[in-house]
């Protein structure tokens, strides 16, 4: 059995500098209250390590980034790597909240190139529908459009010089699909396809695995770019591909009579959980004991 260890996998720089923030203003403000505005990435393990150090949620998917500010009313308020909108910023600071940016500077460059176009024209923003990121972008005017699929394109308004742009954590063939749908409607519109590199290079670096039995994707059940690696497995041929959190949730069965087992993980998954996988892996294949280790091992950075 060989382990075959994906290369690139784990954080990307976004969520190393939202990390960073967040260890950092919970060490210089002891004692004040320190509340995140969502998940700071959308990974528990990250999450959990963060409530140690004293850092409050707020979360709800049921409710916007708007809505969930009603819940902090003092301190300090933290804005997650997904980006945040010009509204929701402006509350914080007519509530007399602190405020701390840890937004992703991919997403800033996208908001940025947002704000410019919709003062001359419409945006098509191909993204998840509740997603953090999305709520965030659409926000920012009225004139910004979610588009979920080929098929939101047929309920559209009247729409002029139209700009196509995107989450940055999505399918790369699933967004080429969508603009190309989105191009034949309006041919003359602008593409700037926002994909991140980091999300690239992960998606990229699955899409090239040759001769694989089975992809390992370490990754929080709620992080888009990590449920994104395990769907591009089957585009790319690979038979089996599993979504675990850590090593905990590995199971004999899944990797029984497999040659070669790839193991990748989203740009949430802090890369001490994706390593204790695939040393767990390696044992297995070389004394053929399975034994899981009592806990995950985590590390923030």
């Known amino acids: 059995m060989e382990i075959i ?98 937004s992703c500077q991919d997403v800033i460059r996208t908001h940025t190139l947002v704000r410019e176009h919709v003062n001359h024209g419409d945006v098509l923003y191909i993204g998840k529908k509740n997603h953090p990121e999305s709520e965030g972008t659409v926000s920012l005017s009225n004139r910004v459009h979610l588009i979920t699929s080929s098929e939101d394109l047929s309920s559209l308004p009247a729409l002029s010089n139209v700009l196509i742009t995107c989450q940055t954590t999505l399918s790369l063939r699933d ?64 038979r089996e591909s599993y979504l675990i959190g850590s090593v905990m949730d590995l199971k004999e069965e899944m990797i029984q009579n497999k040659n070669r087992i790839a193991v990748t993980s989203g740009s949430s998954t802090p890369n001490s959980l994706t390593n204790q996988v695939i040393e767990f892996l390696k044992q297995y294949a070389d004394s053929g004991i399975w034994q899981l280790p009592e806990e995950p091992s985590i590390r923030l950075l």
């Open 175 to 238: 967004t080429e699909e969508i603009i190309k749908a989105a191009k034949a409607i309006y041919p003359d519109a602008v593409v700037a396809e926002e994909i991140c590199t980091a999300t690239r290079m992960r998606q990229e670096a699955v899409m090239n695995l040759k001769d694989t039995d089975c992809l390992i994707v370490v990754g929080d059940p709620k992080s888009n770019n990590s449920n994104q690696l395990k769907k591009i497995a089957s585009n790319a041929g690979i």
């Open 5 to 102: 260890n994906v290369v690139p996998h784990g954080y990307c720089a976004g969520v190393i500098r939202a990390i960073r923030i967040a260890v950092e203003t919970a060490k210089n403000h002891p004692g004040e209250k320190i509340t995140m505005l969502g998940m700071i990435v959308h990974n528990q393990f990250v999450v959990d390590e963060c409530i140690r150090l004293g850092i409050g949620f707020v979360e709800n998917p049921r409710k916007t980034r708007e809505q969930l500010l009603d819940e902090i009313d003092e301190g300090i308020v933290i804005f997650t790597a997904h980006g945040i909108s010009d509204s929701v910023r402006r509350k914080a600071i007519e509530k007399g909240l602190t405020v701390v940016d840890a």
